[in-house]
């Protein structure tokens, strides 16, 4: 099944749009790998002169045809060397637009398909595969090169003797059609061994970044030893594959050396009955060498080849439209007031149960609102929805009267600014972390979005201030830091709309007093909506909706549902039983 999956080039060919875009480079380093092709064909016939003088004791002769062929090698390797600069280039440029286009596709991936995807998948294939391709497309067009040499040297072995040269061709043939089955055989073992790799790199990336929650929880023996059945099963794999390839080539080198040995019996028979002279047989004996040497590239092209699609194979499939369908926005460039209406609004992750159905609510521009209810019930969904992360089975979405799905991609992120419970913080400095918001940010005002987020005290007690670096997922901030941090993030990019996912949960309830007191001023010019847990943290909000069944159970006041919602009075009972 898997030897089926690698069959053909069909995947190398979805390279020609990124090879054309490199086409001048490209065309100029096969232009002087032809040129190199003449002297390749020349050179044997001038060694077999050496050869033939060699024998003769002629020195003069010898220093003749030495010194042509130190003249032939010398301009051999000088255009050899212009071809490697042109192929140098065009192939680190293929690498980076092919790398380039394929984080692109991932970061565009619909959010249902992101979520089932392994984070060592992407990282292999983005950093391994983009380049392995790229290298091994340069190592075809040479080997191709090579091997139109090595289809000279039979050609002209057939003019100094057809029967001879006919058994060298056999012997190219044969060797050739071996070669072909040891490459299928070994880009099936590549294929299956890096699917083993993308799992052991996804769960060494997991385990990096979770240490913290390996240490805590005690999961430190059950990680090693899914680690250890990883790498065991990789290894074993690996060592069965090679062993297997070993005694294939192992076969190989026994048939081209039985047919060495052929050739020169062959030789000898043919100077017996006076068909072959010494001169002829010299010149036979360094073309043989060369189609050696040419089959052995036809050899490694083949394996090339099959290496070659299979690292075509996965790097496609990652941009495959049916396997990662792409977010899909509309093309209206708009400018909303904060208004957002749900109208019969219904959402399911995959064929699952209906997370919400047919809901219906109304957020006016410039209030706090927020979502309160059990785990699990659809809150975090609805600002999934809003910020376009997934799309709604049914129903409307609307941003003042206009239907989202209208809006172009950078309408809804300029438009709408999301905190999530657990924000991802990049392992660069404070400032760049906040110019991801807004690259031509001032200084002026990254500080004054720190001071608004309640971050700037602490900033400015480190050594290196805004400067200073935080670590992989901000390692070196609390989790209460780290919200505040995305928080900045989110004010520094000014959007109309700020979603804030459990984005106060982490925070001891001075800061959480503090932060509190900047969304009631942010709401002046922003329409803000809150989903939370603790409903201590969204007591003054313009409007607080109750959750349940897919559908706004209740909405008012957090006085207003106190006396009109029994179910908000318990849930804020049984928080204050549980704070005590």
């Known amino acids: 099944m898997e030897q089926e999956k690698i069959k053909g080039i069909k995947n190398i060919k979805k390279m020609a749009p990124f090879l054309k875009k490199q086409r001048g480079m490209i065309a100029l380093s096969i232009i002087f790998r032809v040129l190199v092709l003449p002297f390749s064909a ?3 016939l001038v060694i077999s002169q050496i050869l033939l003088y060699f024998t003769e004791f002629d020195f003069e002769r010898v220093l003749f045809f030495a010194i042509i062929y130190i003249i032939l090698m010398i301009v051999a390797e000088a255009i050899g060397y212009i071809s490697s600069i042109c192929s140098n280039r065009w192939i680190r440029r293929v690498a980076q637009d092919l790398q380039n286009t394929l984080l692109q596709h991932f970061l565009d991936t619909e ?3 992101l979520d089932k995807i392994n984070s060592g998948k992407v990282s292999t294939r983005l950093i391994n595969d983009c380049s392995k391709l790229s290298f ?5 067009f040479n080997y191709i090169s090579r091997g139109l040499a090595g289809i000279i040297y039979v050609v002209i072995a057939l003019v100094v003797n057809l029967y001879i040269g006919l058994f060298m061709f056999g012997f190219a043939l044969l060797t050739f059609l071996l070669s072909r089955y040891i490459a299928h055989k070994q880009a099936k073992y590549e294929y299956i061994k890096a699917g083993k790799q993308d799992k052991l790199v996804g769960l060494g990336n997991e385990s990096t970044r979770g240490w913290r929650d390996i240490k805590g929880l005690g999961l430190k023996n059950t990680i090693e030893t899914r680690v250890y059945d990883l790498t065991q099963d990789y290894t074993w794999f690996t060592i069965r594959s090679n062993d297997k390839l070993n ?6 080198g026994i048939f081209q050396n039985t047919m060495y040995a052929a050739f020169f019996i062959i030789c000898a028979w043919f100077m017996l009955e006076n068909w072959l002279d010494i001169a002829g047989f010299l010149i036979m004996y360094t073309y043989y060498g060369r189609i050696t040497s040419s089959l052995n590239v036809w050899s490694t092209l083949q394996e090339e080849l099959a290496l070659a699609e299979m690292s075509a194979k996965r790097v496609f499939e990652m941009l495959d439209e049916k396997s990662y369908p792409t977010e899909q926005f509309g093309a209206l460039d708009y400018s909303c007031s904060g208004e957002i209406t749900f109208q019969n609004v219904s959402f399911a992750y995959e064929e699952k149960e209906k997370v919400l159905d047919k809901i219906n609510f109304s957020i006016k521009p410039n209030t706090l609102v927020a979502f309160v209810g059990e785990s699990g019930i659809g809150k975090s969904t609805i600002l999934g929805l809003i910020t376009r992360l997934y799309k709604e089975n049914d129903g409307e979405i609307l941003l003042d009267n206009t239907n989202i799905n209208e809006l172009s991609e950078q309408s809804v992120r300029q438009n709408i600014g999301l905190v999530l419970q657990t924000p991802y913080v990049f392992n660069m400095s404070i400032a760049e972390n906040l110019r991801l918001a807004k690259p031509n940010a001032t200084d002026d005002e990254i500080k004054n979005a720190c001071r608004l987020a309640q971050l700037d005290e602490f900033i400015e007690k480190l050594p290196e201030k805004y400067d200073s670096l935080i670590g992989e997922n901000g390692v070196i901030l609390s989790g209460g830091q780290r919200q505040r941090l995305a928080i900045a993030r989110a004010l520094l990019k000014n959007n109309k709309i700020l979603l804030f996912d459990e984005a106060t949960s982490a925070l001891d309830n ?9 969304l009631d001023n942010l709401k002046k010019d922003h329409t803000i909506i809150i989903v939370a847990h603790r409903l201590s943290t969204v007591v003054d909000a313009d409007n607080i909706m109750l959750i349940s069944k897919g559908k706004v159970e209740a909405q008012g ?3 207003e549902l106190l006396h009109s919602s029994p179910t908000y009075k318990a849930l804020y009972q049984t928080e204050e039983i549980n704070e005590e």
Not at 247 to 252: M, P, V
Not at 511 to 518: G, P
Request: hydrophobic share 35%; proline share 3%; charged share 15%.
């Open 510 to 518: 001075k800061s959480q007093k503090l932060i509190k007191e900047v």
């Open 557 to 559: 006041t957090h006085t």
């Open 247 to 252: 005694a294939l080539h192992g076969g190989a």
């Open 42 to 44: 020349i050179s044997p």
């Open 136 to 140: 091994s497309i340069s190592r075809i």
């Open 111 to 113: 959010s249902a398909s």
